[in-house]
């Protein structure tokens, strides 16, 4: 099974941009879908944006336009390219990975993003 490991993450001020990186191993993701999830204090998971084995992205309404995700099957890893940050997205973000045809999410241990206002 694919272990995930995020990184990235920090203390940044409204307007700023972050970059999140999620290292994969154990297991190659090319036949993954991944998928990047924040969980802020007091509120539940929140699905933000996916990328299909063959690269294709979903997001989110509360990210489109301003985050990116991204992955490079040889480095066997997934990005999530944040820009202009609010304070509301202040959260733990995980990255996620589905094996394709499989109910089965692998995560990692997540990431604290706290943007101040």
């Known amino acids: 099974q694919v272990q995930l490991v995020e990184s990235g993450g920090g203390l940044v001020q409204a307007g700023e941009s972050l970059r999140l990186s999620c290292a994969a191993s154990?297991?190659?993701?090319?036949?993954?879908?991944m998928a990047w999830y924040r969980r802020a204090s007091g509120k539940e998971r929140e699905l933000l944006a996916s990328?299909?084995?063959?690269?294709?992205?979903n997001y989110a309404d509360s990210v489109m336009g301003r985050f990116t995700i991204s992955r490079d099957n040889a480095k066997n890893m997934v990005y999530l390219q944040m820009n202009s940050l609010k304070y509301e997205d202040t959260a733990v973000y995980y990255c996620?990975?589905?094996?394709?045809?499989?109910?089965?999410?692998?995560w990692g241990q997540g990431t604290q993003v706290t943007v101040s206002s």
């Open positions: 154990k297991s190659s993701i090319t036949t993954y879908v």
């Open positions: 996620s990975g589905r094996r394709v045809g499989t109910q089965q999410n692998y």
């Open positions: 990328i299909s084995s063959g690269g294709r992205p």
